[in-house]
């Protein structure tokens, strides 16, 4: 059994998409969802689904021992970053060399890096005129949506499109693709 921890910053949208996509599966599972804010609205939808939940706050992500302590009573083979908004720690990364893996709402590596996420990703992609947008899954490495591409998915825009149109866009792939892929890297990785 493949047993993953999401950690996520917001709503949970994705959160909850992975969590039913892997509900019934007999060898992967969605054992833990970690966020840095105690108001995030994927904690409710994780508590509503059954699965475990913890509140990390920034000080306690700084504190080595706790995260990997949290990650190996959950028994964590696979960590994903559905709207995390913080970088993930060093040791982390370390600890789960190629087992981190984030969701990045535009085609990288352009509009990536520090402060591209969320509207503003998609507000930079109708500026930059850009006939398509999609979405990116990578690995997580200490460079800001710098890691390895594990796959994107596209779709095109409208030059009437605004960023609202744009975010929908992209998220619809979201919930179609992400977590296919992630199903997919689990057969390929574990």
Known sequence: MTRIAIFV??????????????RNNDSIETAL????????????????LGVAHKVVSRQEFAD???????MREYGIDL?????????APDYLIRE??????????ALLPKFGGRGMYGHHVHEAVKQAGERETGMT??????????????AQHRCSIEPTDTPEDI????????MKYFPQVIEQFIKENF
Do not use: W
Request: overall charge negative.
């Open 9 to 22: 910053s917001g709503s949970g949208t994705n959160c909850e998409n992975i969590i039913r996509y892997f």
């Open 33 to 48: 969802v970690v966020s840095n804010r105690k108001d995030a609205g994927a904690l409710e939808r994780a508590q509503r």
């Open 64 to 70: 080595e021992d706790y995260v990997l302590g949290l």
């Open 79 to 87: 960590i994903v970053l559905a709207g995390f908004l913080l970088m």
């Open 96 to 105: 789960y060399r190629g087992r981190i893996i984030n969701l990045h709402p």
């Open 137 to 150: 899954v990578h690995h997580v490495t200490s460079v800001c949506d710098g890691g390895e591409i594990i």
């Open 167 to 174: 975010a929908r866009k992209e998220h619809e792939l979201e």
